[in-house]
Every structure is written in C-alpha cells, then in structure tokens.
C-alpha cells in the first residue's frame, strides 16, 4: 500500500481543505502557537542575553541553564503543565517557550561577544554611554547570530508544537493524534508532511533573511563612495 500517495490525496481531498477541522485551519494555529511561543521566548531570553553578552555577569549560569532546559522532556513538560493547568493552550505554550528560550538566549549573548572589542572601545571613546554602545553597534552588529538563535528554536518548535493537541489544544498534531487513534496512516503521514513542509518554508524564509542582511552589509551606502 502506497501510504504517500494515499497521503497526498488526503491533503487535496475537498472534505480535509474546508471546514473548522481542515487542515489548512490547523496550520495556520500549528503557525500561530509556533510565532507566539517564540516571540515570548524572544521577550525573555534577548534581554538576558544581551545582559549577559554586554556585562559578562551570569555567562556560566545561563550556559548551565540553557543546557539543562535542551534536556527537559517535551511531552513530560506538556504532561505536567496538562496536569496543572489543565487542557487546553496554556500547557503546551509553556512547555514551547522553555524549548525555545535555550536557542534564543545562546544566539543573544553569543552575538554581542563576537562583537569586535575594538569596535566597542572606540564607541566608548566617542562617548557613547553603556545603553548606546549596546542598541546602536552591539546589537546590530551581533544581529546576525540571534537571528541564528531565532532561526534553530523556531525550527524546535514547530517540530514540537504537534504536542498541543494532545491536551486539547489545535494544531497539525490533531490530525496526527486523530490518525493514530483511529490507526489512518495516511492522515498521520499527511499531517507529518504538513508539519515538515512549514518547517522547510520557515527555513527558507530565515535563509533569505540572512542573506539579504549580509547583501546590506557587504553592498557599500552610495553617499559613502567618494
């Protein structure tokens, strides 16, 4: 039996495409859990990280820490928050952001170190205070490798974020799950192509993202040409 094809045709078959069941309404929740859960991630982890990276306070505890998260469990995660919280968004997003956070925070304090120290000296000597030295040449110059960051945890999650529906949340993991209990291959393997064709579309996007960053970086501002 042919489990791709059959998969295929479970993708373009009318009764999956409509509907507040279809799968292209799981995808874009599948999408939406994956941006928020990274962008709460972002909102923790990037301050800390520059914190880190500028100060060079706490480097070994959040290198410790973003160890030991990488190690936790996803599904024992999204259990225990299920079992606290209770079915539903809560638990899932919870567990997604602590899978996101390690990436996120690594790219943070690991792009503000590979600053030129040169550079940030001579900032100093401008007269630049602490908080313009880091907005205006740490951040931007270290951009490159939080967007790196940004890039490996966004790919975590949404590899994982098929979790949320096994408490009661939406997503690609519902057909996935729905598959498996009622043992429909092809819908299982319809759902896994989903989710690995949004990631490859996620790839994609952050590829032509850090190439047009280093395009604007390596192409020289006309008004600089003498």
């Known amino acids: 039996m042919n489990f791709v094809r059959d998969a295929l045709v479970w993708i373009v078959d009318p009764t999956n495409l409509h509907g507040p069941e279809s799968w292209p309404v799981h995808l874009l929740q599948h999408l939406g859990y994956s941006l928020l859960a990274v962008a709460i ?8 990280g520059y914190f880190v990276g500028h100060t060079g306070r706490g480097r070994n505890l959040a290198v410790g820490l973003s160890g030991a998260a990488r190690a936790l469990p996803s599904l024992g995660l999204v259990t225990l928050f299920g079992l606290w919280i209770g079915v539903g968004l809560g638990a899932p997003m919870i567990a997604l952001v602590l899978l996101a956070i390690p990436s996120v925070l690594a790219g943070a304090y ?6 030129n120290p040169a550079t940030v000296d001579a900032a100093r000597a401008q007269g630049m205070t602490e908080w313009q ?3 205006q040449v740490e951040a931007p110059l270290g951009f490159p490798l939080l967007l790196g960051g940004l890039r490996s945890a966004m790919l975590q999650v949404v590899s994982t974020a098929t979790l949320a529906a096994y408490v009661g949340a939406g997503g690609l993991g519902r057909d996935l799950f729905l598959g498996l209990k009622t043992q429909d291959y092809p819908q299982m393997l ?6 690995l064709t949004l ?10 993202t850090e190439r047009l960053l280093q395009h604007r970086q390596t ?8």
Do not use: K, M, Y
């Open 41 to 48: 991630a972002s909102a923790i982890a990037v301050p800390l």
């Open 190 to 195: 319809a759902a896994s192509l989903l989710v």
């Open 199 to 208: 990631a490859v579309a996620l790839e994609l996007a952050f590829e032509l």
């Open 110 to 115: 690991s792009g503000i170190e590979a600053v």
């Open 219 to 226: 192409t020289p501002d006309p008004r600089e040409i003498p």
């Open 133 to 135: 030295v880091l907005a």
